[in-house]
């Protein structure tokens, strides 16, 4: 059977059940195509919130899902393909937030939200890329403090330390995205001397001397916006992010021009979920294989985090 068939049977079984698909762009695009909505992670956060269908299909990773979780815990949320997690999480344990505390009394804790569960019950407020040097500035001046915890990704913190010009401790000091940590200053001159009068995007998950070389720094939700609202025509436009944002903008805007900065910005994390598993989960909804369900005492308090992010945001 082809994608396109399979895509038809999806958007059937979809019409028939009460059922909402969301999806992140470094979805495979083929799951881009049938979503209802597709976004980032803020993005996607915002929608979740407003979700009003008994199901939730999140294809995304894990802490996506979660999040959707946190945000409705009278739905059910499924995600395709339950080994899609993000590695980045597996840096900072609920454990480690308490010892960081301990050690810094009085800080506040900012946790991004490529977190497990239990690491957001145990912080001051979530942020995304989006959103981070933002919500840094309101929680440290409701703290009255020009330090903060931040983890788990110390190129992000390192960031939103250089845009806010408030220290960020980072929880722990290795924490890193392996595909965004891959990108070389070797790939951006290279990219630079191929592409002279283009723009290169890169997100901020991307170690500081590569930042540096880039036009600009954004999360994909920025960088989709910065694209669509560039009139010049015919631009070449490189990415710094995984592939799949550079699909979706493909597609949206057939007249730029796009270049992956590198081969290696491709997430198999994000990759698990197959449009063959997105038919499966749609034909077997009530399937506990599929459900994300975070525990009530710990969706209780990693509540507070999320939704004080999306209230500053
Ligand atoms: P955004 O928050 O920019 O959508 O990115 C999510 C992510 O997983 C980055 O690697
Ligand atoms: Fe996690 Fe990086 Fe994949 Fe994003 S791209 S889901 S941060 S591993």
Redesign the pocket.
Known sequence: MSVKQIQEEILKLKKEQDVLILAHY?QPIEIQEIADHLGGSLGLSRLANKADTDYIIFAG?DFMAETASILNQNKKVLIPNPESC????AYLTADKVKEFRLNNPNLPVVVYV?TTAAVKAESDICCTSANAVDIVKRISSEFKTKTVLFGP?ANLADYVEQKSGIKCIKMPEEGN????SQLTIDDMEKIRIAYPNGEILVHP?CIREVRELADFVGSTGQMYNRVKNDTTVEKDFCIGT?KGLMERMAQDFPKKNFHLISEKLL?Y??KKNTIELMRYVLEHLDDPMFEVKVPSEIAERALIPIERMLEFS
């Open positions: 470094y990773v993000c590695p980045m999480a490529n990704d995205c392996y595909v965004h998950e995984e997430c994390n994000m």
